[in-house]
C-alpha cells in the first residue's frame, strides 16, 4: 500500500474530511438530524486521536531511549529525555486507569448530541405541514417569495400553532427512554408497538442518565438520588463514591445512546410517505453492538 494520501481508505479519507471541514460551520439550526451524526463523529474521533496521543508519547520515550547514548555527554538531549520520560509516565498512568475522564467528557457530549437530536426534532415534525405549505405557495404564486422572510415565516407558524391550538412539544425530563418518549409521543414519534425499547436497554440509559448529573453537579461523585434513580448501580458504587468509567463502560453507555438515536431518526424516515432510512432501523435486541469499533 503507497504511503501518503492515495494509500488513505474510504474511512480514513471521510474522518480527515470531517475534521478539516465541519459543515455544520456552513449553514445554520435546523439540520438536527445531520447534527447528531457529525456531533457523534467528533466526539468519537477526538476520543479515539486522544487515546492513540497518548500511546504515541509512551511509545516517543522508548524510541528516544533506545537512541540515547550518555557517554555522550549531551545535556540537550539527556533533558529532552528526562521530558519525554516524564511525558511518557503520565500517559501510562492514564492508559493503565482506561482513560476515565476521557470516557466520561465524551459520554457527557454524546447525551448532549441525544438530547439536543430529541429536543429539535420534535417541533420540526410540528412545522413540517406548515413548511410544505409555504413550500407549495412559493410555487404557485412565485411574487409571495421576496416577503416570506425567515422572521415572517416563524410568526406565520407560530400563529398558525396557535389558532389550531397546537402545543409545544413537552419538556425534557426524567431518565432512560421515557425521558424522551413523553416528548417524542407529542408529536407521533413514541416507539411503536413492534419495536419497544429493549428493558437492558434502557437500564443503560437510566445509569448514564444519572451518571451524568453526578459528574456535571456532584463533582462526579455518585449520590444517594442517584442510587434511587438507577439501582442497578449500587452494585458497583455506594454513596460518595468517585465515578470512574473504564472502556467497557463508555462501551456500553456509547451503544446505548447511538442505537437510541438510531432509533430516533428511524421513526422519522418511517412517519413520512416517499422517505426512506438510509441506514435503516438499528436493531434494538442487540444494541450493545452499536458502539464504534475498536472503542
Same mark, same amino acid.
Given at each position: ?6 494509500? @488513505?481508505?474510504?474511512?480514513?479519507? =471521510?474522518?480527515?474530511?470531517? &475534521? %478539516?471541514?465541519?459543515?455544520? #460551520?456552513?449553514?445554520?439550526?435546523? !439540520? ?57 509516565? @503520565?500517559?501510562?498512568?492514564?492508559? =493503565?486507569?482506561?482513560?476515565? &475522564? %476521557?470516557?466520561?467528557?465524551? #459520554?457527557?457530549?454524546?447525551?448532549? !448530541? ?21 413550500k407549495r405557495t412559493e410555487e404557485e404564486i412565485p411574487e409571495v417569495v421576496e416577503h416570506l422572510t425567515p422572521e415572517i415565516r416563524k ?13 409545544a412539544p413537552k419538556s425534557l425530563r426524567g431518565k432512560g427512554a421515557a425521558r424522551y418518549e413523553r416528548r417524542l409521543e407529542a408529536v407521533? #414519534? ?36 442517584a442510587l434511587q434513580l438507577a439501582p442497578s448501580l449500587s452494585g458497583r458504587y455506594s454513596e460518595g463514591d468517585l465515578i470512574r468509567l ?50
Amino acid at each position: 500500500m503507497p504511503v501518503g494520501e492515495e494509500g @488513505l481508505g474510504e474511512y480514513a479519507r =471521510d474522518q480527515l474530511d470531517a &475534521a %478539516l471541514r465541519d459543515r455544520r #460551520l456552513e449553514r445554520g439550526h435546523g !439540520a438536527m438530524i445531520d447534527d447528531f451524526g457529525l456531533a457523534v463523529e467528533e466526539i468519537e474521533r477526538t476520543r479515539a486521536m486522544s487515546q492513540i496521543g497518548l500511546v504515541e508519547i509512551r511509545a516517543a520515550y522508548e524510541r528516544a531511549k533506545s537512541n540515547f547514548d550518555p557517554r555522550n555527554n549531551d545535556d540537550k538531549h539527556e533533558y529532552e529525555l528526562q521530558a519525554l520520560r516524564q511525558r511518557a509516565e @503520565l500517559a501510562t498512568a492514564e492508559l =493503565d486507569r482506561d482513560c476515565p &475522564a %476521557l470516557n466520561a467528557q465524551a #459520554l457527557i457530549g454524546l447525551n448532549s !448530541a441525544l438530547d439536543a437530536l430529541v429536543e429539535y426534532l420534535t417541533p420540526a415534525v410540528l412545522d413540517l405541514p406548515f413548511q410544505a405549505l409555504m413550500k407549495r405557495t412559493e410555487e404557485e404564486i412565485p411574487e409571495v417569495v421576496e416577503h416570506l422572510t425567515p422572521e415572517i415565516r416563524k410568526r406565520l407558524i407560530e400563529k398558525t400553532r396557535e389558532l389550531l391550538e397546537i402545543k409545544a412539544p413537552k419538556s425534557l425530563r426524567g431518565k432512560g427512554a421515557a425521558r424522551y418518549e413523553r416528548r417524542l409521543e407529542a408529536v407521533g #414519534l413514541d416507539a411503536p408497538e413492534d419495536r419497544p425499547i429493549p428493558a437492558d436497554l434502557n437500564q443503560a440509559l437510566i445509569e448514564f442518565g444519572v451518571i451524568r448529573d453526578c459528574l456535571i453537579h456532584r463533582a462526579g461523585r455518585i449520590d444517594g438520588k442517584a442510587l434511587q434513580l438507577a439501582p442497578s448501580l449500587s452494585g458497583r458504587y455506594s454513596e460518595g463514591d468517585l465515578i470512574r468509567l473504564v472502556g467497557e463502560d463508555y462501551r456500553t453507555y456509547s451503544a446505548a445512546i447511538r442505537c437510541y438515536g438510531a432509533e430516533v431518526i428511524s421513526r422519522w424516515f418511517t412517519k413520512w410517505p416517499g422517505l426512506s432510512d438510509p441506514d435503516g432501523p438499528p436493531d434494538l435486541e442487540h444494541w450493545r453492538g452499536c458502539h464504534l469499533i475498536g472503542a
